[in-house]
């Protein structure tokens, strides 16, 4: 299995809701990454956890907060968002040694009302 | 600090043509190198890899090599297909810990029939 699979693909969300993206994988993989992408643009980087300990974090505003409640998942609790934050979510996985790839989910599509 | 600089785009070929997008890179030490595939409302997909100078990636007739002396990574191949049409995006990994991956601008590629 190679799979980094996210839930829900698509989301559309008013600016008082709180809501939740997922991501599962089964590969073992002992990091796990939250990316932002507008359109048009290279994925930025939001987040990092590496043995479920979160060890990056790009100066992300409050209203996205990560959870990694076990080695295979991987959360991103949203609240109070903004329609400029509209965009691709994606989480990827790698094993986290040198010369390893990190695996993409298909993404999830957030629109912020 | 670590880079990547990838040529503009968008690039539209004839099915058929020879196709190369130029990537260089800036970085500490020894990177990886990747070149990631993203189709229409997809996640990221990896192309080929390459993990040491003078190694060469490669994968569905894409190919590129690891160049140190020129701090280049640069994709070809040599007869492109409509179902090539995407975004390409050069990507290199931290040459210590492996977990922090850095993305050049992407280029868009379309190609007629």
């Known amino acids: 299995d190679t799979e980094v699979t996210q839930t829900p693909k698509h989301l559309v969300m008013g600016m008082t809701n709180k809501k939740s993206l997922k991501c599962e994988q089964h590969?073992?993989?002992?990091?796990m990454y939250w990316y932002k992408q507008k359109a048009k643009k290279p994925p930025e980087l939001m987040f990092v956890?590496?043995?479920?300990?979160?060890?990056i974090n790009e100066s992300v505003p409050s209203r996205f907060s990560p959870e990694c409640p076990n080695s295979s998942l991987l959360n991103l609790h949203l609240h109070a968002l903004q329609p400029e934050d509209s965009a691709l979510y994606l989480c990827?996985?790698?094993?986290?040694?040198?010369?390893?790839?990190?695996?993409f989910g298909q993404g999830t599509r957030l629109t912020v009302v | 600090g670590n880079s990547v600089t990838q040529m503009e785009g968008p690039v539209t070929l004839s099915e058929e043509a020879f196709l190369t997008i130029n990537c260089t890179y800036t970085a500490t030490g020894y990177p990886s190198l990747f070149w990631y595939v993203q189709y229409p409302g997809e996640g990221l997909q990896l192309l080929l890899k390459?993990?040491?100078?003078?190694d060469k990636g490669s994968n569905k007739g894409f190919e590129a090599t690891y160049r140190k002396e020129t701090t280049s990574f640069h994709l070809e191949k040599g007869s492109v297909q409509v179902s090539d049409s995407a975004v390409y995006f050069c990507a290199l990994s931290d040459s210590n810990t492996g977990n922090q991956f850095y993305f050049g601008t992407g280029t868009s590629l379309t190609v007629i029939p």
């Open positions: 990827a996985s790698s094993q986290g040694v040198r010369g390893t790839e990190a695996f």
């Open positions: 956890y590496s043995y479920e300990k979160l060890s």
């Open positions: 390459a993990t040491k100078a003078d």
């Open positions: 590969m073992g993989h002992r990091a």
